[in-house]
């Protein structure tokens, strides 16, 4: 049996170029962002893995990068301990077919002009997946699995809910039997009650066919629900991971108990705006040190200068210089 990690990414960049202001074209000086900042990050098979943080933090175009849809600047992803550079095109098809993702905006996803029958139809075809002739039942067995019926094969994009768009999405992934799916803020768009059913086909799915989740949010209770480990982006950068029980019922790290603290609760008052202050830095221009140094009310002077090394408590890797001294920030904000 394989002792690697379904995927494993290594310390992996991404940055971008910024269009040139004056002063840059008079210092003929081309900017970058970084968007990821060198992320180490493993999905195991068959886990349901939640990637968190506030909106631009890097969660997407991580989730990007590892399905090739956005260039690297550096680092490596690993499938079953096999890097995809350098592979011959046959191979690197392969892999890609392996990782899967599901996007947000459901309709956006779909071709138009397409029925979902051809949309469907047209990824067996192309990945010569069954012969011509069974495609039309391979189709509606897909329907089925998530949950429309078999007609829906003839209905286009346009003549669906944003729920059963998103089941078409799924459908699409599950068609090359993928090993991973990474779902982009996959139940965002959608209704509250919508979104639970998609919530549970996943989780349906996953149990049936032990396909590994990768599961991009900004919703801490979703994720709760869903996903057996989180890990939470700041800056481009992971700051914590671990079992999301002790992640999201004992944080470690500052940034990830006001998230945490941030979440809607009946009856109680948010801490939002008391338990994460100001808003982040500009990527183009990050901090010194620890990224989060600028809005933590722990922050002491180490933390501006020297970026905190990885440190192992329990099942829990934290990026903080205070993680040992803090068994359980804001206890008493439990989802
Ligand atoms: Fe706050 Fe310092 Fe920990 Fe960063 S390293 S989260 S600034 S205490």
């Excluded at 310390?11 to 008079?26: E, R, W």
Aim: proline fraction near 8%.
């Amino acid at each position: 049996m394989s002792t690697h990690p379904l995927l494993a990414v290594e310390n992996l960049v991404v940055s971008f170029p910024v269009p040139m202001g004056l002063t840059d074209i008079a210092t003929l000086r081309r900017r970058r962002v970084r968007a990821v900042a060198g992320v180490d990050l493993i999905v195991n098979r068959g886990e349901t893995l939640g990637l968190v943080g506030e909106s631009g933090c890097g969660k997407s175009t991580l989730s990007r990068a590892i399905v090739g849809l956005v260039p690297t600047e550096a680092g490596r992803v690993r499938l079953d301990g096999r890097d995809r550079e350098g592979m011959s095109a046959p191979d690197r098809r392969a892999w890609h077919r392996r990782v899967q993702m599901v996007f947000q905006e459901p309709h956006a996803s779909l071709n138009p002009r397409m029925t979902i029958g051809q949309t469907l139809g047209e990824v067996f075809r192309v990945h010569r997946i069954c012969p011509p002739a069974e495609i039309e039942a391979r189709v509606g067995d897909l329907l089925e699995a998530v949950g429309l019926r078999r007609d829906f094969a003839n209905r286009r994009p346009h003549g669906l809910s944003g729920g059963q768009c998103q089941r078409v999405g799924i459908a699409r992934a599950l068609a090359v039997e993928p090993d991973l799916i990474i779902a982009d803020e996959a139940v965002s768009a959608l209704d509250v009650s919508i979104q639970a059913q998609v919530l549970n086909l996943f989780m349906e799915l996953q149990r049936a066919r032990g396909v590994a989740l990768l599961f991009v949010s900004h919703d801490l209770t979703v994720v709760r629900h869903l996903c057996q480990r989180v890990a939470v982006m700041y800056l481009g950068h992971v700051v914590e991971i671990g079992p999301a029980d002790a992640v999201l019922h004992a944080p470690l790290h500052p940034y990830t108990a006001a998230l945490v603290a941030a979440i809607p609760q009946p009856g109680k008052q948010s801490l939002a705006d008391t338990a994460l202050m100001g808003e982040p830095p500009s990527p183009l221009n990050p901090p010194s040190g620890c990224p989060f140094h600028p809005r933590c009310a722990r922050a002491i002077s180490i933390c501006a200068s020297a970026m905190p090394e990885p440190r192992r408590i329990a099942q829990t890797t934290v990026w903080c210089h205070h993680a040992e001294d803090t068994p359980a920030l804001q206890p008493e904000r439990i989802i």
